[in-house]
């Protein structure tokens, strides 16, 4: 029998705005599994959004630079906020952008490249001397199209092309570049407020097509609801999901009367032709890093029964 702790139950109330005994319950029933507890509670209809859980912030900046048809986002990880207001480490994550705009988006190939006499990596090593604190170059990525532009966005930023969230755009067409800038840019801030999972149904990752009709299936066969009505509702619930979190089909945050499809279809008028969006690329700060939390109260307890 799995041992449900305080901070389990935390994080699943977190993840699924579930009530606490809720919470409690969906966890001693799934033994523990944090995943299949907020399966269990949406089942129950519980929980009303599957939220990622265990999304634990880092400190750093998100560096995101873009160059006409090429652009890049890349994320440099220290270990406290008060670093990201340093000029110096700034400079560092504006420096590396340009870097992996030249070089591309292999961390190691970036690491090694000149920036004047020193490598990146050697820079990043100086800067740690320097400020005193661990930094990484965490990941990067590079976004370039034949024709067109890639736009960027940079939420939270405390200082130009860097802050806690980047996005990039690439945005293909023979039109206008700058209608078709000022159309990435819109995109990209839709991009950061939606946080849409893929471009469309088809880049959705198929595991999670089938968690989703799973747990609509189970929700409404609890519900005695025979399996020929059941199949119609996880159609139309798919479709629902989909229009949660496929960009082309989300509701665009500038004008929410429209999609981003019809958005984007609008704006083939102004930018003089067709517009596809070829990719983009949403880093928000730390996600995904699971950084380990002390328990002072706990260690000062242990610390007192010493002898």
Wanted: overall charge neutral; charged content about 25%; some cysteine.
């Amino acid at each position: 029998m799995a041992t449900i702790t305080a901070a389990m139950v935390k994080d699943l109330r977190e993840s699924t705005g579930a009530g606490m005994m809720d919470c409690k319950a969906a966890l001693t029933e799934t033994g523990g599994d944090m995943t299949a507890a907020q399966d269990w509670l949406r089942k129950k209809g519980l929980s009303k959004a599957a939220k990622k859980a265990g999304r634990v912030a880092a400190d750093g900046l998100i560096g995101a630079l873009t160059r006409g048809s090429k652009g890049v986002v890349v994320e440099v990880n220290s270990e406290t906020d008060f670093v990201a207001r340093n000029e110096q480490f700034q400079g560092l994550v504006k420096m590396i952008a340009q870097v992996a705009l030249d070089v591309g988006a292999d961390i190691e190939k970036i690491k090694a490249a000149k920036v004047g006499s020193v490598t990146v990596e050697t820079a990043i090593a100086d800067a740690i001397a320097t400020i005193g604190e661990n930094m990484t170059l965490r990941r990067a990525a590079v976004l370039e199209v034949g024709q067109g532009v890639v736009s960027s966005y940079v939420h939270g930023a405390v200082v130009d092309g860097a802050g806690k969230m980047g996005v990039i755009v690439a945005l293909e067409s023979a039109g206008k570049a700058d209608e078709l800038a000022a159309l990435g840019r819109q995109l990209a801030m839709h991009v950061a407020a939606a946080n849409p999972q893929a471009l469309d149904p088809s880049g959705l990752d198929p595991e999670l097509v089938k968690r989703e009709k799973d747990v609509l299936a189970d929700k409404y066969r609890q519900q005695g609801k025979p399996e020929n009505v059941i199949e119609k509702i996880v159609e139309s619930g798919l479709k629902t999901y989909y229009k949660e979190v496929c960009l082309l089909e989300q509701a665009f945050i500038h004008d929410t009367g429209k999609s981003v499809a019809q958005a984007v279809k609008e704006a083939e008028g102004k930018v003089g032709g067709p517009v596809k969006i070829a990719g983009f690329v949403r880093y928000a700060l730390g996600e995904g890093i699971e950084r380990q939390e002390s328990d002072f109260a706990a260690e000062v307890a242990a610390a007192s029964g010493k002898k």
